[in-house]
């Protein structure tokens, strides 16, 4: 029977992969407590208990938002799902999340934060960002775009002008 397994941040900030395997045969749900927020992992989305997690979270402000950097980029078991205490003076599920991919050096918006239940899921080690600034890149700037408007608004007046001259007499 799956049941739900309360711990405190002090006494368990590093889950091995022994305990991974036992949570994920069980299928039970295991809560870790901190001061600044709670971490949740379902025994049941355990994908693979080998990979060790680090519970050890630090948010640091930068000029686009909030840093949060999770298990030292290393690969996770399956997904975490994050809660920040409401008596903290930020809430992430306010901002969008992006993850940094070091292969692009860009953020990629990532479809993690649930506003209803105020919950973070996050399912790869690495660098997030949470900010509130679109900080995805378009693959073609916008003056791409609007240069291919303009060429294209000056071709169409110059067709008209030589063949549809008789129109505006």
Do not use: C
């Amino acid at each position: 029977m799956d049941h739900v397994i309360y711990r405190e941040l002090k006494d368990l900030n590093y889950l091995d992969k022994y305990l991974l395997k036992a949570l994920n045969n069980s299928g039970d749900t295991l809560i870790i407590r901190g001061k600044e927020y709670q971490v949740r992992i379902d025994g049941s989305e355990i994908l693979n208990p080998n990979h060790e997690v680090d519970l050890n979270y630090q948010i640091v402000e930068n000029e686009n938002g909030y840093l949060l950097a999770v298990n030292d980029g290393r690969e996770l078991p399956g997904p975490i799902h994050l809660r920040f205490n409401n008596d903290q003076e930020i809430q992430l599920t306010d901002y969008n999340g992006y993850i940094y991919l070091e292969e692009k050096d860009r953020y990629e918006f990532m479809r993690m934060v649930d506003r209803e239940n105020g919950e973070i899921t996050i399912d790869e080690g690495g660098s997030y960002l949470f900010s509130q600034l679109d900080m995805t890149e378009s693959t073609v700037p916008d003056v791409v775009f609007a240069g291919l408007g303009g060429a294209a608004a000056v071709l169409l007046l110059v067709y008209l002008l030589i063949k549809k001259r008789y129109w505006f007499w």
